[in-house]
């Protein structure tokens, strides 16, 4: 049973461009979330999506988008790339009000 | 709006003693609260949850409390092992714009190292 799946694992990009997280679970869970941690912050949400068709901004989600493709697949969109937005990103997903699953995490580094 | 906070400065301990951990919030009782494992260059893994009209709940070396008066949680781990040696998070439901999907707020992490 993969959980959840986050690719890719590492990325380092130049100040401007652009990609895309992508994350798929296998558990149907209907709440899905897209994760920033940062030392001496914390995980801080960016996005989440409740169910299938709805997606919410989380605490800081100015330069991202995403895209909640159908119930398994929730993608994070970095338009332009900043150095602020260097960061280890983790993709979850949970049923309603119980215990969240996280992949295994996308470290990157904007330069 | 809620704070929470964990033990700041690391936790060392010798092996087969029993760690205690704490999170404290600052605001509203939340409805449920969680503790996780999170190992270097790993994402969080759950451990438990406990709700706001349970007291104390318990999983093999793992235990723990949560006390509304306090507005604490304690988690406990007995006869720790050096594998235990991990970064600890608590979190805590947030009822904003919830729905049905109360999202989770999550304290800074306590590192535990037990040492052989």
């Known amino acids: 049973n993969a959980g959840v799946t986050q690719t890719p694992k590492f990325q380092v990009l130049k100040t401007g461009q652009s990609m895309t997280l992508q994350c798929a679970q296998d558990m149907n869970h209907n709440s899905m979330y897209w994760y920033r941690q940062d030392p001496g912050m914390g995980l801080r949400l960016i996005y989440y999506?409740?169910?299938?068709?709805?997606?919410d901004k989380g605490e800081v989600p100015n330069g991202y988008n995403v895209s909640r493709l159908n119930k398994r697949e929730f993608s994070l969109r970095l338009e332009s790339a900043a150095p602020s937005q260097t960061s280890v990103y983790f993709c979850a997903s949970s049923e309603y009000n119980t215990e969240a699953f996280f992949g295994q995490g996308t470290r990157l580094t904007v330069v | 709006s809620q704070k929470i906070e964990q033990n700041s400065e690391a936790l060392n301990i010798q092996e087969g003693k029993t760690a205690t951990l704490t999170c404290n919030y600052t605001n509203y009782s939340p409805a449920y609260l969680q503790w996780y494992r999170q190992d270097p260059g790993r994402g969080p893994v759950f451990l438990l949850l406990i709700r706001e009209n349970e007291k104390e709940k318990r999983k093999e070396r793992l235990k723990v409390t949560f006390d509304t008066t306090l507005k604490q949680s304690l988690f406990h781990i007995t006869a720790s092992q050096p594998a235990d040696s991990a970064t600890y998070l608590c979190?805590?439901?947030?009822?904003?714009?919830?729905?049905?999907?109360?999202?989770?707020?999550w304290g800074l992490g306590t590192s535990l190292a037990v040492n052989p």
């Open positions: 999506s409740a169910s299938e068709g709805t997606t």
């Open positions: 979190a805590l439901d947030s009822p904003y714009n919830a729905g049905n999907n109360r999202k989770l707020i």
